[in-house]
């Protein structure tokens, strides 16, 4: 507890290029240029892939690899390979690694959608991308807001980690504490990360709530509470 | 960068067994450890929480929603937090990568025993079994699907997770990054990283493989 | 015997689903329980093995009160079917229907052995036997699901809705089933279903149900097409019903003349069709010793004359039967079963059946209809069954 004393109530960590404002921003800026870069190639590519059904192979391997791929070590050897001071090479392995839960989220949304309510667009008369767009997306949406949501949160956990190879942003309160082994330092940045993971996947939340139909998300609760 | 390639073969002989505590396949073996022990662990709380959560639901949205949480905490901000507990020892990536094991495989056992068809089940306790017994010969085995498919995500997580516990020295195979990053040599990371990644194909095709001797009566359902 | 003692079952939210129902299942024949959704059968139903209790009322199962004998104990001597079989996914089908066996403690050889007797008597080719569920068709799970309700002998099979979910080709094959093993086994059967015919087809007593859960009539099938108790039952009988009566009248009863010269026949003595100027003229037969009353008449509307053929197992013609010969027995017949037809078939005899009257008031009263002479007719029952 002392330690959180120490950290933020010392007003040298909140001002200048060492302090929480700037870390913040350093770690939004970068988690957002990353999140909506993977974002505008995973969801169209799941939507694609979802609907046509081909290229799902591609898929299931990104949904694995992802998982094995430890964050560390493509940072580093990213970085090493391409040379640092620029900010291609840490944004990256954050995309690459943002990538995949979009990805398999959005097509299991689109694959997943009732089979009858697709019959039922193209029988009546709908064209393939309006069949897409119209009655596929709509329903696959809570789907591909959780794989955006799990991307965001991926985000966020990697460019805390990216401290290590110099990025800024809250992780360097724990990579620096680390290093200097001044304890409140790096307890003071785990708080400011949980903190802001918390307030993502509390925006996720809340976009859910707005974003999806009711006539969607209720039904799923249902058909969850028809299945215990 | 500076001519160096990409592998070093000759390093990795040299340092694969040379008895320090940094070779690789001293690491290899704490990776497994620091890696398997979490999984472990967290299958054999996760079982008898999750069954608490199925037989008294008002449980499980409040440990849901715990899990939930804990699982979006970057895995770095979780051994920061623990080292004033655990110090720079194994148990500080133990423990918390237990909790991710954790937030991974209560959902599986509840959704496994929640997948046990209602008809099965009815049958089962009108044929007379008792709860302990059905609860053992039926709705576990057929519940075990799931729950491996849970447990593959947590096993081959876990393994990929240690690594960051480099970052307080305790990160097996995650340790040869830190040693190629100061050196600016790219062998240690090609070597980590490829390990890690064959450890965690491994694990996962032997939970396939007990899969499919565990319950040969099951058919995954492929999306439409 | 099964004895239903004014149970009620009322559910905390108020809808009530079974109202003060009294009535007895005799031992040794089917009884069904029939009627709309929400008229309480599967309740009722559930209730003789404790998958669900009572609010009050009792159940008496030989004489002792259901709810003083532990439910387990309780489950293992009654056989239960359901819908969707409920097959255990994990294990063979012989393991399947060798599960209360095992419940009961008997050596897994023994166990097994009865399990592939049991298939066998369900029509199971043996091969199944090391086969997964999920490897088998729906009509094949229900008999799986049959087969194992009778692993351990129970003396009671409760059944609800088990052929509902198969196809009707598969489902009339399966009736058929469960109408030979029950005259070879004589178990005390209780069957859910909300399809009229099936009722009729299978039932020795069926016991119509009212939505709210009382009910309505109790009484063989026979007399429930003739004597609806009221105008509930007569609207869920649905149409036909005089015509659908005739199917529990046996052909044997026609007075048959011998087949007149104008009837070519081949050298076999079968039929080819009656004489007229553009060739053989269409003919219907019936059999008089397996048939009813009901395809006989069929069969005068096939004939171009209005003559039925009589005609062996072989397909040998022993006679005609003509429309007035049928009119005689519709005359005997007519409206009611008063003398003639199945004896038992019917689940009730002129002295025991209960009159629509009573039936009829809507307050879940007593149905007496008990099978008494259906359970000792039962052989004859059995045989003589007239198809539908």
């Known amino acids: ?228 | 960068m500076n001519g160096e390639p990409l592998v070093r073969w000759d390093w990795i002989a040299r340092n694969w067994a040379n008895g320090g505590p940094s070779a690789i396949s001293t690491l290899l073996t704490g990776h497994i450890v620091m890696a398997f022990l979490p999984v472990l662990l967290g299958l054999l709380v996760a079982l008898p929480l999750g069954l608490a959560c199925v037989r008294w639901r008002r449980l499980y949205q409040p440990t849901a929603a715990l899990m939930n949480v804990t699982y979006s905490l970057p895995s770095l901000v979780l051994f920061s937090i623990f080292l004033s507990v655990t110090g720079l020892t194994q148990a500080t990536v133990i423990i918390p990568l237990t909790f991710f094991a954790l937030a991974v495989l209560i959902p599986a056992v509840v959704d496994g025993l929640d997948s046990v068809p209602d008809h099965v089940r009815q049958s089962a306790v009108a044929m007379g079994f008792r709860p302990a017994r059905r609860l053992l010969r039926v709705e576990l085995p057929v519940a075990v699907p799931v729950v491996l498919a849970g447990l593959r995500v947590a096993t081959v997580s876990s393994i990929s997770l240690v690594s960051v516990g480099a970052l307080i020295g305790q990160g097996g195979l995650g340790n040869l990054f830190i040693d190629g990053w100061q050196r600016q040599f790219y062998t240690p990371i090609v070597v980590g990283i490829a390990l890690i990644v064959l450890l965690a194909v491994a694990a996962d095709g032997l939970l396939v493989l007990a899969q499919r001797l565990l319950t040969p009566w099951f058919r995954a359902r492929r999306s439409a | 015997m099964i004895t239903f003692e004014g149970v009620t079952k009322r559910y905390r939210d108020g809808t009530t689903a079974v109202d003060d129902l009294s009535l007895e299942v005799p031992t040794g024949a089917v009884t069904v329980f029939v009627g709309p959704s929400g008229c309480g059968k599967t309740t009722s139903l559930r209730m003789i093995n404790r998958m669900i209790d009572p609010t009050s009322g009792r159940i008496l199962l030989d004489g002792q009160d259901v709810h003083g004998i532990d439910p387990p104990t309780l489950r293992r001597g009654i056989g239960y079917v359901i819908q969707q079989a409920g097959l255990f996914p994990h294990r063979k089908i012989v393991d399947n229907v060798a599960t209360v066996p095992y419940l009961l403690g008997w050596n897994k050889k023994k166990a097994r052995a009865r399990a592939m007797e049991l298939l066998e008597l369900v029509g199971l080719d043996p091969a199944f036997a090391g086969r997964y569920p999920f490897q088998l068709s729906g009509g094949q799970q229900q008999r799986v699901g049959v087969a194992r309700a009778l692993a351990a002998d129970p003396p009671v099979l409760l059944m609800d809705e088990p052929f509902s979910a198969v196809d009707p080709v598969v489902r009339a094959s399966l009736q058929d089933e469960l109408l030979r093993l029950q005259s070879e086994l004589r178990k005390t059967i209780v069957f859910v279903t909300h399809d009229i015919d099936e009722a009729i087809k299978l039932g020795d007593t069926v016991a119509v149900l009212r939505t709210g859960g009382h009910l309505a009539q109790l009484a063989g099938p026979a007399t429930l097409l003739t004597e609806p108790a009221d105008d509930f039952v007569r609207g869920f009988l649905g149409r036909d019903r005089g015509i659908r009566r005739l199917s529990f009248i046996s052909a044997k009863e026609i007075r048959l003349s011998p087949p007149p010269g104008d009837l070519v026949l081949d050298e076999d003595g079968r039929p080819l069709g009656w004489r007229s100027d553009g060739g053989p003229a269409p003919y219907g037969t019936f059999d008089p010793e397996t048939d009813s009353l009901r395809a006989a008449l069929d069969a005068t509307l096939l004939s171009a004359n209005g003559t039925a053929v009589a005609v062996d197992g072989d397909g040998r013609v022993r006679g005609v039967a003509t429309r007035e010969a049928l009119d005689e027995l519709f005359a005997e017949h007519a409206g009611g079963l008063r003398g003639g037809g199945l004896p038992g078939r019917d689940g009730d005899s002129p002295a025991v059946d209960g009159t629509p009257g009573d039936g009829a008031a809507g307050d879940g009263a007593t149905g007496d209809g008990t099978a008494g002479d259906g359970a000792a007719g039962g052989g004859v029952a059995g045989q003589a069954r007239a198809e539908a």
Not at chain 1, 75 to 98: E, F, Q, R, S, Y
Not at chain 1, 130 to 148: K, S
Not at chain 1, 183 to 192: D, E, H, P, Q, R
């Open chain 1, 1 to 228: 507890m002392n330690w959180l004393i120490d950290f933020f109530g010392d007003s040298a960590n909140w001002s200048g290029p060492d302090g929480i404002p700037t870390r913040l921003l350093e770690h939004l800026e970068f988690s957002a240029a990353a999140f909506l870069i993977a974002a505008v190639i995973a969801v169209p590519l799941g939507m694609l892939i979802g609907h046509t059904g081909r290229g799902a192979l591609l898929v299931v391997v990104s949904a694995n690899a992802a998982r094995a791929l430890p964050t560390l070590g493509l940072l580093v050897l990213v970085v090493l390979l391409i040379g640092v001071g620029t900010v291609l090479p840490v944004l990256i392995p954050l995309v690459v690694l943002a990538i995949p839960p979009i990805l398999v989220n959005t097509y299991e949304g689109v694959r997943g959608v009732d089979p009858d309510l697709r019959d039922a667009a193209y029988g009546m008369g709908l064209r393939g991308r309006q069949v897409l767009f119209q009655t596929l997306t709509p329903v696959a949406l809570p789907l591909i807001l959780v794989g955006l949501r799990l991307a965001a949160i991926q985000v966020v956990s990697t460019a805390t980690v990216a401290a290590f190879v110099g990025l800024g942003g809250f992780g360097r309160f724990i990579i620096d504490g680390l290093a200097t082994k001044s304890y409140s330092s790096v307890i003071g940045g785990a708080v400011l990360v949980a903190a802001l993971a918390l307030t993502v996947q509390f925006a996720f939340t809340l976009l859910d709530r707005v974003a999806v139909s009711p006539g969607v998300r209720l039904r799923q609760g249902r058909e969850a509470e028809a299945a215990r």
